[in-house]
Each structure stands twice: as structure tokens, then as C-alpha cells.
């Protein structure tokens, strides 16, 4: 196995921090090459290291699901040469290998984020794209909690992955709360968050935590509200859905914020309490 240093003993994911939390922001799902680069050029002196856009789109119902693997390219070559590192969600672990291939031909140090989502809980599944990843030293790994409440299940994500071989060092995981059910949701969430169980996890695993807004709100004010609500557990970073047309998004346009609206939030969500006042 390769292992790279980042100089002061940084591991990969303090490359991607800022003012030391991982933030990584976009749009819910890549719709064209001009949308990315609109996001991309309004985004990439905001201070974020990482930019999100999903090639594939499990849906809930049928319904538009992506640009798939033509939309590799153009994620690729509209974020690395500008500094940022983009972020993905795969479903399969084919998927990885086109990844890497791609990410490869823009050399050793080009780096990706490709998550696990929630609804992709099939474990040899996630065995099979953990091994594909763990041949490339320069990829870091998330899983998203899975759907419904339930830490074992959580947990037993990680460890199918280090179980696969995948470094530790390069994992991460995300809360974005889990499926309602029978739960009483006063807020009317889309996804609860559990709080309590998201810090258990990071205890019991040691990787980073981080907390996904957008899917536990799924309306703006409510992405505001999780925020606030958070950040009395100290979460290790955050994945944000922003939009340059949200009216005009394909998909989740309720609960993507304006890229004003996310450049407002920016201060809050690193803890410089006294520039989010005054962005207020
Ligand atoms: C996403 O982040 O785009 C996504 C589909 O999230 P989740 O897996 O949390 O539903
Ligand atoms: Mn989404």
C-alpha cells in the first residue's frame, strides 16, 4: 500500500478542511456543464475545499436519475483545476472503478470524495467499493447513516469498510437523519436527526462526523434550524446542498440554499460566532 504525506504530519482529510472544519458544498445532483461552472466560479473563493455534485441519483420514486458516468468529465475538469476536490455519491462499485480512472488521468495528486448514500445498504456491495478505493491513496471514503433509526446498523457500515481493507485514515462518515415512520416530526423534517447516536458513532469509530443538513431539514428554514441545533455537538464538518437556479433544480429544490444564502451561513458553520452576527 502507498500511504502520502501532506507535510506536518496532515492526513488527506486536513487537506480539505477550512478553519478546521470539512465543509463540503454544491449541488444535490450535476445537471449540466454551465450549472457546475456557475456553482463552481460563484463557490471556489468562498473558502470551501470541497465540492459536491452526485452522477447518480437513487430516487424514491421514478423520476430524472442523473447524468450517470457522462457527467464524470465535466465534474472533474470544472473543479480540480480550480483547486477543488470533488465529491460524489456511487451505488456500485463498477462506479468506483470508472472513478478512479478518471481521477487517475489528472495525476497522483488529484484527490475525491465518493460517499456511500443511505439508501445503499447492501454490504457486499460496500465491501466490494471499499476494496476498488482502497488501491487509491488519495481518495477519502464517506458512508452516510442508513435510512431507518439504528446504531448497530450504523456501525456495522464502518465495519464492513475497514473490514474491506479501506484506511481508516481516509474514512469519514455523515448524519442525515433517518425516515420518519411513526415518530412524531413537529418540525415536519424530512429525515430526524439523532443527535446523541451521531456522537456515539464518532466515539465508537474515531473518524470524522459529519452533519447533512439539507436531507434531515428538506426546506431552507428547516437547514437553518438543524444548523442551530447542532452546533452544540461539534460536528467535524458539514455537506450542503447549494444551488446557483434552486427554483430550477431537477432535484430537492426545496431545500437548496441560494449560494448567497450558503456564503452567509459559511461563518456560523466553522464557529466564528462573532462574523456570523454580523452577517445577520
Ligand atoms: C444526497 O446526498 O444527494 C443523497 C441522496 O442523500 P441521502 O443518501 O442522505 O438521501
Ligand atoms: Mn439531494
Not at 472533474?76 to 472503478?97: F, R
Not at 444548523?227 to 461539534?234: D, P, Y
Request: aromatic share 10%.
Amino acid at each position: 500500500m502507498i500511504f502520502l504525506t501532506y507535510g506536518d504530519g496532515m492526513s488527506i482529510l486536513d487537506t480539505i478542511r477550512y478553519k478546521g472544519k470539512i465543509i463540503i458544498a454544491g449541488p444535490c445532483a450535476l445537471e449540466s456543464r454551465a450549472q457546475l461552472k456557475n456553482c463552481v466560479k460563484q463557490l471556489k473563493d468562498s473558502g470551501i475545499m470541497a465540492f459536491r455534485a452526485c452522477l447518480w441519483k437513487p430516487r424514491t420514486a421514478p423520476g430524472w436519475e442523473g447524468l450517470g458516468y457522462w457527467g464524470l468529465y465535466y465534474l472533474l475538469e470544472e473543479t480540480l483545476p480550480h483547486g477543488l476536490t470533488p465529491a460524489t455519491e456511487i451505488i456500485t462499485a463498477e462506479q468506483a472503478k470508472l472513478l478512479l480512472k478518471g481521477l487517475r488521468s489528472y495525476g497522483d495528486d488529484a484527490k475525491m470524495i465518493v460517499w456511500i448514500g443511505s439508501r445503499n445498504q447492501n454490504h457486499f456491495e460496500q465491501k466490494e467499493m471499499a476494496r476498488v478505493l482502497s488501491e487509491a491513496p488519495n481518495v477519502i471514503f464517506m458512508f452516510k447513516n442508513q435510512m431507518w433509526e439504528d446504531q448497530k446498523h450504523w456501525l456495522g457500515i464502518y465495519n464492513h469498510i475497514i473490514t474491506a481493507g479501506f484506511p481508516k485514515d481516509n474514512l469519514m462518515t455523515c448524519h442525515r437523519g433517518f425516515a420518519p415512520g411513526h415518530f412524531d416530526n413537529p418540525e415536519k423534517y424530512r429525515n430526524l436527526p439523532h443527535f446523541e447516536m451521531a456522537v456515539q458513532v464518532r466515539e465508537s469509530t474515531g473518524i470524522p462526523m459529519l452533519l447533512d443538513p439539507s436531507h434531515i431539514g428538506g426546506s431552507v428554514s428547516n437547514v437553518y434550524k438543524i444548523i442551530n441545533e447542532a452546533s452544540r455537538h461539534n460536528f467535524d464538518g458539514f455537506m450542503i446542498e447549494v444551488h446557483d437556479n434552486v427554483q430550477g433544480a431537477k432535484t430537492d429544490a426545496n431545500q437548496q440554499l441560494t449560494i448567497d444564502q450558503f456564503r452567509e451561513l459559511i461563518p456560523l458553520l466553522v464557529g466564528d460566532v462573532q462574523s456570523a452576527y454580523i452577517n445577520r
